[in-house]
């Protein structure tokens, strides 16, 4: 379906709003083309020398004025519906847009940067928004200005009425020729708007690096180049509408008048017809207001181009493939985990993982070490299902966890990030997320048991204390506290600790280690640590290397092995010594 056609499915869900708008727009059209032939009516029934009539020019004034209000009332409920209209259809599609973007799957945010992402649902629809409001309006406008001026020129005049039908085709030739230019140079102009998004976006977010290596030059350099080249489009764009737009149609204009006077001149010398001069008032009137109409079209061609592009772009992102969010509640599973020649690839055969086996009992703690890019982290991506394997299968109690939704998969499932992510909020909304069935209570009990009120206690306001985005107002430590202290609120059967102990100081690592030690109780958890001293205790030890497990135990029997785990530990306890 073309963008054209969606975009109209999406105004037909408030289209009554936008009839009404069209409808009052309609009305508004005609009674201000009834202007002109109140005025030659005037002119040549009640202006003859000898036979000036004031009482009936006072009457027919007196419903021009009428007619004129009534077109301003007229206009300005018409503009009030149609932003009604306009504004409803942008709300549905920023929220059909954001509701997708739930719906993504994570390879979808690993390989597009936040900035286009939130491009596409501001600036794409705020383009798109113009087009229901400026462009919808001005050409219904000008359709049905056009329409009554050719119906009025057809009573005044058939020949010349015929002659100016020649506009038409002269419009939608002028039209197919500039879209043709200007949809390639509305692309790149909204790529490098989504570009230069990205780029702020990334900058903000990478601040204190940018500053502390004295990148800002660099960064500076870079931005221009980008501003540049948007720049350049930009300006491309600004002659490309010069040249379509008010001066070739007043060369159309001035043609006509020429036309029109020839034609009336020669029909004034070589014919006995007798032309009126409120004939030739309306005529001149009507061709004027053919041509206001015909700018209104020709201006708005940018304005319906950027918004087509725009569209296009947000209906791209709509089309990609998500997965609906299951509302489906399963019950809490017990937490047996078993992987069986699991392998997996984040492009095509270049695999990451290779033939993983291992098992994982309810309440076992199970510890993934390895150097940085083993597989510890796949390993975690596939058993929360932000990826599925391409060969082997996982099971959860026995059931292939790809029968059942992410969404409830996930329910009962936690997870605490080497770099814990806080929302704007309070600590209490950090810790519930909102969830209505985590009450304060059980917010305050779930930060005592991890330690919580040690770290905490400082803060005014306790659970109300203002959180900021991404927390940067609170230290590493506090951070960790209130992400252990969510995992435990919601109470699952498998956590997954990643690298949680790695950016903490040694102090609030004994809080962090207690914190831990409540939270596996009762579950099967999964530890990705560099720290081997964090997971003496663990169960088993996975030992990676390119994607493969290439030593398992525990740390006793690793240890005693003397093979890469002995070699790790030893170096990172000598290090330590």
Do not use: C
């Not at 994570?106 to 409001?133: Q, S, W």
């Amino acid at each position: 379906m073309s963008t054209s056609k969606r975009l109209f499915k999406y105004a037909m869900f408030f289209k009554k709003p936008i009839f009404i708008g069209l409808i009052l727009l309609t009305l508004a059209v005609f009674t201000d083309l009834a202007g002109p032939f109140i005025a030659k009516h005037i002119i040549d029934h009640y202006m003859t020398p000898g036979s000036i009539e004031l009482e009936p020019i006072i009457n027919l004034l007196i419903v021009f004025l009428v007619l004129a209000i009534a077109t301003a009332v007229l206009r300005y409920f018409m503009f009030i519906y149609l932003q009604i209209g306009a504004n409803r259809i942008i709300q549905k599609l920023r929220k059909d847009v954001f509701g997708h973007i739930q719906t993504m799957s994570i390879d979808y945010f690993d390989n597009l940067p936040a900035g286009k992402i939130v491009a596409r649902v501001t600036n794409d629809t705020e383009a798109i928004h113009n087009l229901y409001v400026q462009v919808l309006s001005q050409f219904v406008t000008s359709f049905i200005s056009i329409l009554g001026v050719y119906v009025a020129l057809f009573i005044l005049n058939v020949k010349m009425a015929l002659v100016a039908l020649i506009v038409v085709p002269i419009i939608y030739i002028w039209m197919i020729a500039y879209r043709k230019y200007a949809s390639s140079y509305n692309h790149v102009v909204r790529t490098k708007i989504a570009d230069i998004n990205a780029m702020i976006n990334e900058s903000i977010q990478g601040m204190t690096i940018i500053q502390a290596f004295k990148r800002e030059k660099q960064m500076k350099d870079e931005f221009a180049e980008m501003n540049n080249e948007h720049y350049e489009y930009q300006r491309k764009l600004l002659f490309l509408d010069s040249a379509t737009s008010f001066n070739l149609v007043n060369i159309l204009r001035l043609l006509f008048f020429v036309i029109f006077i020839y034609y009336f001149g020669t029909q004034s010398m070589t014919t006995v017809e007798v032309i009126t001069a409120g004939t030739l008032y309306a005529f001149v009137d009507y061709i004027t207001r053919l041509f206001g109409p015909i700018v209104n079209i020709v201006n708005q061609f940018s304005q319906l181009e950027r918004s087509l592009v725009a569209g296009s772009r947000v209906f791209e992102l709509l089309d990609r493939k998500g997965e609906a969010v299951s509302e489906e509640s399963i019950p809490r599973y017990e937490g047996n985990v078993e992987f069986e020649n699991v392998s997996f690839a984040y492009k095509d055969d270049d695999y990451v993982l290779k033939n993983i086996n291992f098992s994982a009992k309810k309440g076992e703690t199970i510890a993934l070490v390895g150097h940085t890019g083993s597989g510890k982290s796949s390993i975690m991506n596939l058993l929360f299902r932000f990826y599925d394997p391409q060969k082997g299968k996982i099971m959860i109690d026995g059931k292939n966890i790809l029968s059942i939704s992410r969404q409830s998969f996930r329910e009962h499932m936690g997870i605490v990030l080497q770099d814990p992510y806080l929302f704007t909020g309070t600590i209490e909304t950090n810790v519930s997320l909102r969830d209505p069935r985590i009450s304060r209570e059980t917010v305050e009990k779930a930060l005592e048991a991890v330690g919580g009120e040690r770290v905490l206690k400082n803060l005014e306001k306790g659970l109300d204390e203002p959180v900021i985005e991404k927390g940067s107002t609170l230290s590493s430590g506090q951070r960790q506290l209130i992400s252990f202290a969510r995992a435990l609120a919601f109470d699952p059967a498998i956590l997954i600790l990643d690298e949680a102990t790695s950016n903490i100081d040694t102090e609030t690592e004994e809080i962090i280690q207690h914190a831990m030690e409540v939270l596996k109780k009762g579950r099967t958890t999964f530890i990705i640590a560099h720290r081997l001293s964090t997971i003496k205790n663990a169960d088993q030890i996975l030992v990676l290397d390119r994607g493969e497990i290439v030593e398992r135990g525990t740390h006793e029997e690793l240890v005693a092995l003397g093979g890469r785990y002995e070699t790790m530990y030893r170096l990172q306890a000598g290090a330590l010594n």
